[in-house]
């Protein structure tokens, strides 16, 4: 990325920080913040874990020279919040500390802040810059803003295809065809460990066993497992069930002999109403920002069929079925990403409509 002025070094600083919470910092947003005296960097931090220290209180924690801050100027990535929650309002907290001016890289849209940590900076009589590097910012946490400003949580397709466009060969094998590779199944769990939430259909369930967690990519957190069950028919021994993590099912009735497991929940929809729809706002009002559809090809197709996605990241392996069970097919997409993999391809998609 092009630097064009020391604002936008120092926020790319900021960025790099603000990517380090990427795993824990949900469902608040990432965000990192410097400290720059006289040119050089004197503190900084991110947000590493949600109720833990936010960037400006780690970033200040890191100071050796306090009697350097009335000098100095302090960059973070998002506006400081100016509400209590877990943690007392960083917009307090730097004034106190006395920095001369406070550069932000984006207004932060959560209603309990949304310029208010701004105006609080400017009645304190603080020099305050918005709109560096508001793009990169913005980007950064497009889950976050996702969430907040459409009400639901930012949704990530997932698949595996053959090379001419199928997910399961025609006729089952005695052996199982399995589309990834050891290599592409890590990529797979690093993408589990940066959402809060995974979801399948009720086939991939009962027909792949999953156990849908990030047991490849240590990262300390199992997300949500979602399982679309509508007549109850799982039963009580697969993965999903064996309490390593929350298991929510949704359905038009429960299994009474699932009630008895550890954390499991379960979610009643009615009949005639959209499943997906109720889901993502059961999910909104959970405060669930990001959601992972892993499958079936009914599942996803009903999410891209519904417009509900964001990004897609679809692998291509190097195995030809000629015929089968289809991929499912985009519409509205730009493809941002596409490179090679150990053999096989992986594509990174947009939903252009959005």
Known sequence: MTIHCEDEKWMQRCLQL????????????????????????????????????????????????????????????????????????????????????????????????????????????????????????????????????????????????????????????????????????????????????????????ETDNPRLNPRLFKSGRTPLRIILDREARLQPSLHIFDGSATTLIVGHQDNPCRKALGTYQFMQIQRGEDPIQALLHHLYEMQITSLLVEGGQQVLQAFIHAGHWDEAHVEIANTTFHGGLPAPELSSFSLLEEKPHFHHHLRHYLNASL
């Open 18 to 205: 603000a990517h380090q919470g990427i795993i824990g910092a949900a469902p608040n947003p990432m965000v990192g913040a410097v400290i720059v005296c006289n040119g050089s960097i004197i503190g900084e931090g991110y947000h590493a874990r949600c109720g833990e220290g936010h960037a400006e209180v780690r970033a200040f924690a890191s100071v050796k020279q306090p009697e350097l801050l009335p000098l100095s100027t302090l960059y973070v990535s998002l506006e400081p919040c100016a509400h209590y929650g877990k943690t007392p309002p960083c917009a307090r907290l730097i004034i106190e500390k006395g920095v001369k001016k406070v550069v932000i890289g984006m207004q932060d849209p959560f209603s309990k802040v949304n310029g208010m940590g701004i105006r609080m900076l400017l009645d304190a009589g603080i020099e305050v810059k918005v709109g560096i590097m508001q793009q990169a910012c913005r980007e950064l946490n497009r889950k976050f803003l996702t969430f907040h400003l459409k009400k639901r949580p930012y949704i990530t397709l997932k698949w595996a295809q053959s090379s001419d466009g199928f997910m399961a060969p025609s006729h089952p094998t005695e052996q199982a065809v399995f589309l990834s590779t050891p290599h592409t199944l890590l990529h797979v769990h690093r993408l589990r460990a940066e959402h809060q939430a995974i979801l399948v259909g009720r086939n991939t369930a």
